[in-house]
């Protein structure tokens, strides 16, 4: 499995983005970091590591994932009255921890099965 496939990844660029925005680094650097939280966070998160798919196909699914995350995050948020970048940030963090932490727990799982 490549390494920039696995959940653990979806982790690791969440809690960099958490990092970064909590420790208020500044520009360039923040925004790089927030972008890439958002293009690649949710996404990967959700969609997890499907064997059978080309590392392209999953590049491509990552992007249009987290875009698509992202906007409905967005719309729900002002269409409630409470939209804040903030907290579209706090909520997408969340979803993103949730989402790797089901599919690392389920792949554990699944290597637990085999080898009992």
Do not use: K
């Amino acid at each position: 499995m490549p390494v920039l496939r696995d959940p653990a990844t979806a982790l690791g660029v969440t809690a960099l983005a958490a990092a970064v925005r909590m420790t208020e680094v500044g520009p360039p650097v923040q925004p790089l970091v927030l972008a890439m939280f958002l293009l690649i966070g949710p996404g990967a998160a959700c969609l997890g590591n499907p064997a059978s798919w080309p590392s392209t196909v999953w590049w491509t699914a990552v992007l249009a994932t987290s875009i698509s995350i992202s906007t409905l995050v967005s719309t729900t948020l002002l269409y409630a009255g409470v939209w804040s970048p903030d907290r579209v940030f706090l909520v997408l963090l969340v979803g993103s921890v949730l989402g790797a932490a089901l599919h690392l727990r389920a792949r554990r799982g699944s290597l637990t099965r085999r080898t009992a």
